[in-house]
């Protein structure tokens, strides 16, 4: 393996300009994770229109940041207030909760701390390893294959996601509806435009994002009544004893394996593997009777999993193309934004991007480290600022942001709209992620597919016989008739019963 | 009958509990500490955690008082949530702590204390940190 490259990448973080935006996307990302409501997904998706202004390097690295920053600091309310700041860290609070109430709230902590650091860590130097070797073999990948591969991403994502499976569907449907608007680069046909010149151009992917992702969750939050109020709690040490540690060390290991191959899976990401984590380590323990009266093990699994996880999901985005959930999705559309396609061209046309986004993450996670063990009680301060006064702040930057795109007021109609569109979604429970997902990938699908369609002289049976988009095809198969065929497996073993998280 | 005690963990809030627990002792009615957080923000630090609340009842059963922590959310009308604790529990008196606060500064933000001063329908007596006591 060519070290080169790595070491170049280390080199574009230690840029003083790197390093800051490193350190804003982390300390961003560990506010909005306190926060609950405000998730990584919607600060991205608020936060786009400054990666115009910057550098792509810089403003992925930015992003990555608030990401994975916000799974450090979902921890943080979870264990003290017994608040999830993220979905990600819904199970930390039964035995996080349950730790702070004996007085170890320090303890859970630092033990989700050092839990992170180690899952983030492990992940992103699997990642090091295992993104170059995808990233070589996909190279041979042709436009069927990425026909075959964006249809697989979308059919797993509306499936695999939680939620309604039918709903996640419609929606994705809605995305790839969305994904046609406005000229055929094909053959310049205008498609579902009305005859406005707006449509002609198609929509673009940052109205859609800051709308359904940004503006819909600030609306989605307003109207939630806050009828507990907490009094500030204390952090006393936040250094986990020997014991805490030995204890926790198998947690940790088996959170980081969890977390990193969860994440790389479409739709997995960091709050499945956090509850498989979690779960695993009740079905070992030999008193699982434990588990949510403070457990140190409850604590650092899930934790480890889903900071692994955040790393890995960028495994199927920097080298495939193909974003692995709807926060991937966001970044894609930056780096489209910057006129980079993601892909398996990444590693080799922009080295600089590639690896300075991965190597990023050392740094990051080690920033995290060090800010989240002393600095929990600066962060906490964030939750004493009421939601009147926050959202109405958000939603002016969200439209300012929007405007200063393409000095466009028509991009604050579409954001308005598609802010209404996701809170009417969120009410019905629909989940925005397929739809954004659908429409990111949309494009590539038709794109790709009509060029195979050229290549193979207009016979679709060509996508069947090209090994690989073969396969890949055929899996798409096997996942759509999955509920059938678990169906059919659970008639031969009525026996089974499914396991519950709690 | 009972009295009312609006509490934070502040000099004039500490002031406001002794004045209240002594005047508990001299009618010989029952205290009720008020601690109102405001109702939005997840975390409001003017609210006592539960080991506090049980230090404050611990030293009204020293002082020999019948007390009680109430700890109600309020939204923007605080005189209010103080009315319906009296049409509650049949209150006869507000003690309340003032802390000093400049014309300009009532004018913008506006006073809570000036608020129960005015349109609490039963007698109010307010009283002053020792510190600002001691200056004066």
Same mark, same amino acid.
């Given at each position: 393996?060519?070290?080169?490259?790595?070491?170049?990448?280390?080199?574009?973080?230690?840029?003083?300009?790197?390093?800051?935006?490193?350190?804003?996307?982390?300390?961003?990302?560990?506010?909005?994770?306190?926060?609950?409501?405000?998730?990584?997904?919607?600060?991205?998706?608020?936060?786009?229109?400054?990666?115009?202004?910057?550098?792509?390097?810089?403003?992925?690295?930015?992003?990555?940041?608030?990401?994975?920053?916000?799974?450090?600091?979902?921890?943080?309310?979870?264990?003290?207030?017994?608040?999830?700041?993220?979905?990600?860290?819904?199970?930390?609070?039964?035995?996080?909760?349950?730790?702070?109430?004996?007085?170890?709230?320090?303890?859970?902590?630092?033990?989700?701390?050092?839990?992170?650091?180690?899952?983030?860590?492990?992940?992103?130097?699997?990642?090091?390893?295992?993104?170059?070797?995808?990233?070589?073999?996909?190279?041979?990948?042709?436009?069927?294959?990425?026909?075959?591969?964006?249809?697989?991403?979308?059919?797993?994502?509306?499936?695999?996601?939680?939620?309604?499976?039918?709903?996640?569907?419609?929606?994705?449907?809605?995305?790839?509806?969305?994904?046609?608007?406005?000229?055929?680069?094909?053959?310049?046909?205008?498609?579902?435009?009305?005859?406005?010149?707006?449509?002609?151009?198609?929509?673009?992917?940052?109205?859609?994002?800051?709308?359904?992702?940004?503006?819909?969750?600030?609306?989605?939050?307003?109207?939630?009544?806050?009828?507990?109020?907490?009094?500030?709690?204390?952090?006393?040490?936040?250094?986990?004893?020997?014991?805490?540690?030995?204890?926790?060390?198998?947690?940790?290991?088996?959170?980081?394996?969890?977390?990193?191959?969860?994440?790389?899976?479409?739709?997995?990401?960091?709050?499945?593997?956090?509850?498989?984590?979690?779960?695993?380590?009740?079905?070992?323990?030999?008193?699982?009777?434990?588990?949510?009266?403070?457990?140190?093990?409850?604590?650092?699994?899930?934790?480890?999993?889903?900071?692994?996880?955040?790393?890995?999901?960028?495994?199927?985005?920097?080298?495939?193309?193909?974003?692995?959930?709807?926060?991937?999705?966001?970044?894609?559309?930056?780096?489209?934004?910057?006129?980079?396609?993601?892909?398996?061209?990444?590693?080799?046309?922009?080295?600089?991007?590639?690896?300075?986004?991965?190597?990023?993450?050392?740094?990051?996670?080690?920033?995290?480290?060090?800010?989240?063990?002393?600095?929990?009680?600066?962060?906490?301060?964030?939750?004493?600022?009421?939601?009147?006064?926050?959202?109405?702040?958000?939603?002016?930057?969200?439209?300012?942001?929007?405007?200063?795109?393409?000095?466009?007021?028509?991009?604050?109609?579409?954001?308005?709209?598609?802010?209404?569109?996701?809170?009417?979604?969120?009410?019905?429970?629909?989940?925005?992620?397929?739809?954004?997902?659908?429409?990111?990938?949309?494009?590539?699908?038709?794109?790709?597919?009509?060029?195979?369609?050229?290549?193979?002289?207009?016979?679709?049976?060509?996508?069947?016989?090209?090994?690989?988009?073969?396969?890949?095809?055929?899996?798409?198969?096997?996942?759509?008739?999955?509920?059938?065929?678990?169906?059919?497996?659970?008639?031969?073993?009525?026996?089974?019963?499914?396991?519950?998280?709690? | 009958?009972?009295?009312?005690?609006?509490? %934070?963990?502040?000099?004039?809030? $500490? !002031?406001? /509990? #002794? *004045?209240? &627990? +002594?005047?508990?002792?001299?009618?010989?009615?029952?205290?009720?500490?008020?601690?109102?957080?405001?109702?939005?923000?997840?975390?409001?630090?003017?609210?006592?955690?539960?080991?506090?609340?049980?230090? %404050?009842?611990?030293?009204?059963? $020293? !002082?020999? /008082? #019948? *007390?009680? &922590? +109430?700890?109600?959310?309020?939204?923007?009308?605080?005189?209010?949530?103080?009315?319906?604790?009296?049409?509650?529990?049949?209150?006869?008196?507000?003690?309340?702590?003032?802390?000093?606060?400049?014309?300009?500064?009532?004018?913008?933000?506006?006073?809570?204390?000036?608020?129960? &001063?005015?349109?609490?329908?039963?007698?109010?007596?307010?009283?002053?940190?020792?510190?600002?006591?001691?200056?004066?």
């Amino acid at each position: 393996m060519d070290i080169s490259p790595i070491l170049d990448g280390f080199g574009v973080v230690l840029e003083p300009a790197n390093l800051l935006y490193c350190l804003i996307g982390v300390i961003i990302g560990m506010l909005i994770g306190v926060l609950p409501g405000l998730g990584p997904g919607a600060t991205i998706a608020i936060l786009l229109p400054i990666t115009y202004g910057i550098g792509p390097v810089s403003a992925i690295i930015m992003l990555a940041g608030i990401f994975y920053g916000a799974q450090y600091g979902g921890t943080i309310t979870s264990v003290l207030l017994r608040l999830p700041g993220e979905a990600s860290s819904v199970v930390t609070v039964f035995d996080g909760f349950a730790l702070a109430k004996q007085g170890r709230a320090g303890t859970a902590l630092g033990i989700a701390a050092i839990g992170s650091f180690v899952g983030g860590t492990v992940s992103i130097l699997a990642l090091t390893l295992v993104a170059p070797v995808v990233a070589g073999f996909a190279l041979d990948f042709g436009p069927p294959e990425y026909a075959a591969l964006g249809i697989l991403g979308v059919l797993l994502i509306s499936s695999v996601g939680n939620g309604n499976r039918l709903k996640a569907i419609i929606a994705a449907c809605v995305g790839l509806l969305l994904a046609t608007v406005g000229r055929d680069t094909f053959t310049g046909a205008e498609r579902f435009t009305f005859g406005s010149l707006n449509l002609a151009e198609g929509i673009d992917f940052i109205p859609i994002a800051m709308g359904l992702f940004g503006l819909s969750e600030i609306l989605y939050n307003l109207e939630e009544r806050h009828n507990q109020v907490h009094s500030p709690a204390k952090v006393g040490n936040v250094w986990p004893s020997r014991k805490d540690l030995g204890q926790a060390k198998g947690a940790i290991g088996r959170g980081s394996l969890i977390g990193f191959v969860l994440g790389v899976l479409p739709g997995g990401g960091a709050v499945l593997s956090s509850l498989a984590a979690y779960a695993l380590e009740k079905r070992r323990a030999k008193q699982p009777e434990r588990f949510g009266r403070g457990a140190v093990e409850g604590v650092a699994a899930p934790e480890t999993a889903n900071n692994a996880a955040a790393t890995s999901s960028f495994i199927p985005l920097l080298t495939l193309g193909i974003p692995a959930n709807a926060t991937m999705a966001l970044i894609f559309g930056a780096l489209l934004i910057q006129g980079i396609q993601p892909g398996p061209q990444l590693v080799t046309e922009h080295p600089d991007v590639f690896w300075g986004v991965i190597n990023s993450m050392y740094i990051g996670n080690i920033l995290l480290l060090i800010m989240s063990i002393p600095m929990v009680g600066v962060f906490v301060r964030i939750l004493r600022v009421r939601p009147a006064i926050l959202a109405p702040i958000t939603v002016l930057i969200t439209l300012l942001g929007a405007y200063t795109v393409n000095n466009s007021a028509y991009d604050i109609y579409l954001v308005i709209v598609f802010g209404v569109l996701g809170y009417l979604m969120k009410k019905f429970g629909f989940e925005p992620g397929p739809l954004v997902l659908a429409f990111v990938l949309g494009s590539m699908i038709e794109n790709s597919s009509r060029q195979s369609l050229l290549i193979f002289g207009g016979d679709p049976a060509g996508f069947l016989t090209r090994p690989i988009s073969g396969t890949v095809l055929a899996l798409v198969v096997i996942v759509a008739a999955w509920p059938l065929i678990r169906k059919a497996l659970r008639r031969k073993t009525p026996d089974r019963v499914e396991e519950k998280i709690t | 009958m009972t009295i009312l005690v609006g509490y %934070l963990p502040t000099p004039e809030g $500490e !002031a406001a /509990v #002794d *004045a209240g &627990l +002594r005047e508990g002792r001299l009618r010989g009615e029952r205290v009720i500490i008020v601690n109102s957080p405001r109702r939005g923000a997840p975390v409001d630090e003017r609210k006592i955690s539960d080991a506090a609340g049980t230090e %404050l009842l611990r030293r009204a059963r $020293e !002082a020999g /008082v #019948d *007390a009680e &922590l +109430r700890q109600p959310l309020h939204d923007d009308d605080l005189p209010g949530t103080f009315e319906e604790l009296i049409r509650e529990c049949g209150g006869t008196l507000i003690v309340i702590g003032l802390r000093h606060r400049s014309l300009v500064g009532k004018f913008i933000l506006g006073s809570e204390a000036q608020r129960i &001063l005015m349109e609490a329908s039963v007698p109010v007596l307010s009283v002053k940190a020792p510190a600002v006591r001691a200056e004066l």
